[in-house]
């Protein structure tokens, strides 16, 4: 028969086990884009341009050119992202979608999503893309009301909480996103740079921009999360 402290331990297992949360996952296998889909809309009167998006070296790139996406085949929800990312040369822009879903959706390129921004020294703002979501201090940081929106020519940039959180070019980033439920959290280098809710959208797929700049990254690794971090 067992001993108190046997059935105490056996009962902490039990709990540790079905409150732990799973592993993460690669979304990249470090030799090809195999669960992954490309949308480049200048492909369709040119399909021999070349792919913005290739394998180099064991790491997922984006060329920057032609502009377009590369796309998760899975839609995916209450999760967190790890991206580990450097710009290669000249550092410029990119970005991460979530809870993209409807192709070409705005200035027929840009899918039907949130964008959490890359672009170098701004990293962690919000940009709506067709999707909505809210954060404190809204005037402040996404201008006056009235022009708030979410297609073409509306306010749909939503700036960061701090600028400044990227290392030096050629070194590595480390982008933490979180999306629970209707928010979306987001961390550079174990900064918190956003937060926001109420967010249109809670699922859809991931996505990586081609928007003129070459972006590595060696990291995209993705888990189930039933709460935020703090």
């Known amino acids: 028969m067992k001993s108190y402290y046997q ?3 056996s009962f902490f297992l039990f709990f540790s086990y079905a409150w732990a949360e799973p592993k993460a996952q ?15 809309p200048a492909h369709d009167k040119k399909p021999d341009l070349a792919k913005p ?26 999760y967190r ?5 450097r710009f290669a040369g000249k550092p410029g822009n990119c970005g991460v979608l979530v809870h993209a ?7 027929k390129m840009y899918p039907q ?3 959490v921004q890359m672009n ?3 990293a962690g703002d919000f940009w709506c893309i067709v999707e909505n979501i809210e954060v404190p201090n809204m005037v402040k940081r996404r201008g006056a009301k009235e022009k708030w929106g979410i297609t073409e020519g509306k306010a749909r940039r939503i700036l960061n909480l701090t600028d400044g959180s990227e290392k030096p070019v050629g070194e590595w980033n480390r982008m933490k996103i979180e999306c629970l439920g209707d928010e979306v959290k987001v961390w550079v280098n174990g900064e918190l740079v956003n937060h926001g809710h109420s967010c249109t959208a809670k699922k859809g797929k991931l996505a990586i ?3 003129g700049s070459e972006v590595e990254f060696r990291r995209l690794d993705l888990s189930a999360i039933v709460k935020l971090s703090k």
């Open 7 to 9: 059935l105490f331990f």
């Open 26 to 40: 690669s979304l990249f296998n470090g030799k090809n884009l195999t669960g992954w889909t490309m949308d480049v």
């Open 53 to 78: 998006f290739i394998v180099r070296d064991g790491m997922l790139v984006s060329l920057g050119k032609p502009f377009g996406h590369l796309l998760t085949e899975d839609e995916f929800e209450n």
């Open 81 to 85: 992202l790890i991206a580990e990312y």
């Open 101 to 107: 879903s409807t192709l070409r959706n705005l200035y």
């Open 113 to 115: 999503s949130i964008e």
């Open 120 to 122: 170098h020294t701004h």
């Open 209 to 211: 921009q081609a928007e």
